[in-house]
Structure formats: structure tokens, C-alpha cells
């Protein structure tokens, strides 16, 4: 009996022996045999690529440049009240209308200096008691307003804190229709989120938003919440401020558009040196040039603005510009409807001249105009430190 319990454990351990040989040595037969569960699986993974090396195509470098210096942007204001909510017979019928829950807003914004400029959009702080500001490293501050434009919806808030991050300013007006870009912002508050896509168009007016319309239109998704954040190209450069979506569901649909940098930066320094933004002014009502308008004024002309109306004094007056003058460029730049008028001589530096191109009847004219200030746009600043 022993010696066949010998020659068992002896049999044995040869078998076990040579397993381990062909688990070391061929896996593979090993694996091919088992039919177990818990096999191992045979797949197939690509090798590893060095950490700091970008895959073809990817914009990793860009949104790694610019999304530290990109903020969501917390905005609480109290709940109106009505007007009689401390009339004793008002809440005993109505009860108690102050209790309301305080109104909650998200944006995004994006930090332009490092004494702690953040520009955002006008609509996103409109009205706010409080602004708390969220850092992409997690750090919190709280914002102090500095002013607003409503014309162009933009504001400009600021935040006490060191070693802040600082987005790079591009070149909007080298954009063209086809480049690639991003958008980074905190959609919908989910947190930071970077999109792709193209510029779609370029001086998108008429819109209806603003006041100055000059969008950059793009099929990278913005959604509720990316408001104020950034839209940057390849090299990670601030292209826009995003700002608007089109949709019928509220959420993306391929139609966002940010304003361009030229006009933020413009805004923003308006505000921190001055306290508003200053632009020019020549004193007319422009109107839509139609068939029946040119037929009215007796003018020949198919493409610019149809003057109306010129006030008495002012800077269009005083270079000759008279009703039924209609505008076709300014500075050679050429004027195809209201909009583009409006935003052309907002761009002038008051006190200096600039060439009018004019068609008067059947004669094609040029006059020099002096731009004056527009009168400002009312804007919410808080007083200086």
C-alpha cells in the first residue's frame, strides 16, 4: 500500500511540475485547452504611447493651454416681492410673500489678466447679489463687479486671488469660415466640458440679441450654462466669448455663437480704465433701403443704408450727410444693411475723421465725417477700491 501511495504522490508531482513548465513557457497551449469560466481572455492591446505624446489630430494641447484660465461663474439674487407683501391685510389673504427661495444663475467666464479680470457675459451677472466664482484647480472666490455693457452683453468682474491662470488672447478678425475651434465652459453646471467644431460664419448681425451684433457663429456645442466661457482655436488663443445658442429644445443644435475677442477686449478696457465703453456717433436714423424707399427718396441705389432722418448739429450734419442720402461704405468698408452701419460707426474713435461713401440721387459721393460720442448705455459699476 505504500508503495503505490508513493508512486501517486510521485505521479502527481510530475504532472504538476510539467503544467508549470507549459504555463510558463506556452500560455497559449494552456489557454486553448481550458474551457473553463474563468479562463484568461486573449486580447489585443495597443502599445503604449509616451505620456506627453498627443495622438494625430487631437486638441489636447489647445484645451490644456486655455481651460485653466476658463471659470464657472455662480450667480444668486433674492426673490422679488411684492409691492404690498408688508400690508398686514395683503398677508393675511396672501400670506407670507417673502419666503421665497433665492434665484440661482450659471455661466462661465473667462480669466483675461492676472489682477483678476474675468469677462463674461452681461446676461449671466445681470441683477446678481452675490457672484462666486469656481476656479478649474477647485479654488473659490468671490466676485466683485466692475461694470457691464448690455450693448454688446458683456461684463467684467474681478476676483481676489494669486497665481491665477491667464488665457492668451487671439486674433478674431484673422478667423476664417472652415477653421477649427473649441468651446469650454461648465454646461448645464456638470462641470468644465471642452467641445469641437468649425466656424460656421463670420459677422453674423440682425440676431436680435445685442444692441452691436458681430457674432462668430460655430457648430462646437454650447449649452445653458457655457455663457461667458471660451471659444479658442487650435493654439489655444481666446477667439470669443460664447454667448448664444439657436434651439428649439434649449439645448445644442449645432447654431452658437460667441462674440470676438476684438470686441472684448475693446469692452474690457473701456470699463476698467473708464468706468464705460466709448464709441462713435454721427446723429442719423437709418433705415432698411428697399424698392419703395429708394422710389420715395428718389435715389438710385440697390446696396447700403437709406438715411431718414439727420439730427441737427450733429457730426453727420455738419459733414453734409442729408435725408435720402444713402450710406454704401464707410472707411471702404462696404454697408449692406442697419446692423452693419450701427456696429461701423460704433467702431470709430470720436474726434476723428472718417470717409463716408454716399450715393445722392444719381451722383456717387464721398464726405469726411468726425465721429462724436455716442451717449452711453447706462452701466452697472461698483465703485473703485
Do not use: C
Request: no cysteine.
Amino acid at each position: 500500500m505504500k508503495r503505490i501511495w508513493l508512486l501517486f504522490a510521485q505521479a502527481v508531482t510530475v504532472l504538476l511540475a510539467a503544467y508549470f513548465v507549459l504555463v510558463t513557457l506556452k500560455p497559449d497551449w494552456v489557454r486553448r485547452g481550458s474551457t473553463s469560466l474563468g479562463g484568461v481572455v486573449s486580447i489585443v492591446e495597443a502599445p503604449s504611447a509616451p505620456t506627453a505624446e498627443a495622438a494625430p489630430g487631437s486638441f489636447a494641447a489647445a484645451a490644456q493651454k486655455a481651460a485653466p484660465a476658463v471659470v464657472s461663474i455662480n450667480t444668486s439674487k433674492a426673490a422679488p416681492r411684492h409691492p404690498r407683501s408688508n400690508d398686514p391685510w395683503f398677508r393675511f389673504f396672501f400670506g407670507d410673500q417673502g419666503s421665497e427661495q433665492p434665484q440661482i444663475g450659471l455661466g462661465s467666464g473667462v480669466i483675461v489678466s492676472s489682477d483678476g479680470y474675468i469677462l463674461t457675459n452681461n446676461h449671466v451677472v445681470e441683477g446678481a447679489d452675490e457672484i462666486e466664482v469656481t476656479l478649474n484647480d477647485g479654488r473659490h472666490a468671490t466676485g466683485r463687479l466692475i461694470g457691464t455693457d448690455p450693448d454688446t452683453d458683456l461684463a467684467v468682474i474681478r476676483i481676489a486671488l494669486d497665481k491665477l491662470p491667464v488665457v492668451v488672447l487671439g486674433n478674431s478678425d484673422a478667423l476664417r469660415v472652415g477653421d477649427q475651434v473649441l468651446a469650454i465652459g461648465n454646461p448645464f453646471g456638470v462641470g468644465q466640458t471642452v467641445t469641437s467644431g468649425i466656424v460656421s460664419a463670420l459677422g453674423r448681425n440682425q440676431l436680435g440679441i445685442n444692441t452691436f451684433e458681430n457674432f462668430i457663429q460655430t457648430d462646437a456645442a454650447i449649452n445653458p450654462g457655457n455663457s461667458g466661457g471660451a471659444l479658442i482655436d487650435t493654439q489655444g488663443n481666446l477667439q470669443g466669448i460664447n454667448t448664444a445658442i439657436y434651439s428649439r429644445s434649449g439645448g445644442s443644435m449645432g447654431i452658437g455663437f460667441a462674440i470676438p475677442v476684438s470686441t472684448a477686449k475693446q469692452v474690457l478696457e473701456g470699463i476698467v480704465k473708464d468706468g464705460r465703453v466709448t464709441r462713435g456717433w454721427i446723429g442719423v436714423e437709418p433705415a432698411t433701403l428697399t424698392p419703395e424707399m429708394a422710389e420715395t427718396f428718389g435715389v438710385k441705389a440697390t446696396q447700403g443704408v437709406i438715411i431718414t432722418g439727420v439730427l441737427q448739429n450733429a457730426p453727420a450734419a455738419q459733414a453734409g450727410i442729408r435725408p435720402g442720402d444713402v450710406i454704401t461704405g464707410v472707411d471702404d468698408k462696404a454697408i449692406g444693411n442697419v446692423q452693419e452701419l450701427l456696429t461701423a460707426v460704433a467702431g470709430l474713435k470720436p474726434g476723428t475723421g472718417s470717409r463716408f461713401q454716399v450715393q445722392r440721387g444719381n451722383d456717387r459721393v464721398e464726405l469726411d465725417v468726425t465721429a462724436g460720442t455716442r451717449p452711453a448705455t447706462p452701466v452697472r459699476r461698483q465703485q473703485p477700491e
